[in-house]
């Protein structure tokens, strides 16, 4: 079945860079499109970012444009998430899903804390 693995969160100070990453198992990693989603205290769950199979398209939600890099390696079936300039809005819960968008298929999550 679908396993996706968490990893790479933690504290970090405003305008500091965290980077997450996500490891993929149980598909076929390199034909599916991923993304990331988060999930701030008290609020629902909000997609982050997308990436298509082959790299060649990658989306972002207005609030991460330009300070968010999602990538992947499909050697690897990993997926990543390097976040810099982090504001303490950014502070969630992150979950890596399996499509576009916010699916079932999602890991269990790595906790963002954004704090000076």
């Known amino acids: 079945q679908v396993q996706l693995v968490e990893s790479g969160g933690g504290l970090a100070q405003p305008g500091g860079s965290l980077r997450l990453s996500c490891a993929a198992s149980g598909f076929t990693f390199s034909s599916s499109a991923m993304s990331w989603a988060r999930q701030a205290p008290g609020k629902g769950l909000e997609w982050v970012s997308g990436i298509g199979s082959a790299s060649r398209t990658k989306y972002y939600t207005n609030s991460v444009k330009g300070r968010f890099t999602i990538s992947r390696d499909n050697a690897k079936n990993t997926l990543y998430l390097q976040m810099n300039s982090l504001k303490p809005e950014d502070m969630a819960q992150y979950y890596c899903?399996?499509?576009?968008?916010?699916?079932?298929?999602r890991g269990q999550g790595t906790q963002v804390t954004v704090s000076s």
């Open positions: 899903v399996k499509g576009w968008g916010v699916t079932p298929d």
